[in-house]
């Protein structure tokens, strides 16, 4: 079973920058499409950026120029820069992998998740 373990969450003034990291095991970080999505209180688990096999990007246009996912494949790890952080990013942020037969550009496709991590953004 593949494992997904965030870390790098906490609380951070409007403005500021956070770095997120995902820890994989039992699978190898470059043959999956992996992604974090955001489940703020009240509403849906959206995408935030994704990563896939080929190092492509995709992010969402609230967080583009702002985010920036990359993952390291000596560490087996996926991460997330955020910098210019707002209010409204404040959210539980989830790791995602999804491997052959699915697809990371929305949580239905994903195949495994992350227990989250929070991310607080103050005005």
């Known amino acids: 079973q593949v494992q997904l373990v965030e870390s790098g969450g906490g609380s951070v003034q409007a403005g500021g920058s956070l770095r997120l990291s995902c820890a994989v095991s039992r699978a190898t970080v470059s043959n999956y499409c992996m992604g974090w999505f955001r489940q703020a209180p009240g509403k849906e688990r959206e995408g935030v950026a994704t990563?896939?096999?080929?190092?492509?990007?995709n992010y969402a246009n609230s967080v583009k120029g702002r985010f920036t996912i990359s993952q390291d494949n000596a560490k087996n790890t996926m991460v997330l820069q955020m910098n210019s952080l707002k209010p409204e990013d404040t959210a539980m942020y989830y790791c995602?992998?999804?491997?052959?037969?699915?697809?990371?550009?929305?949580?239905?496709?994903?195949?495994?998740w992350g227990q989250g991590t929070q991310v607080t953004v103050s005005s």
């Open positions: 990563i896939n096999s080929d190092g492509i990007t």
């Open positions: 995602a992998a999804a491997g052959r037969g699915g697809y990371c550009s929305s949580s239905s496709g994903v195949h495994y």
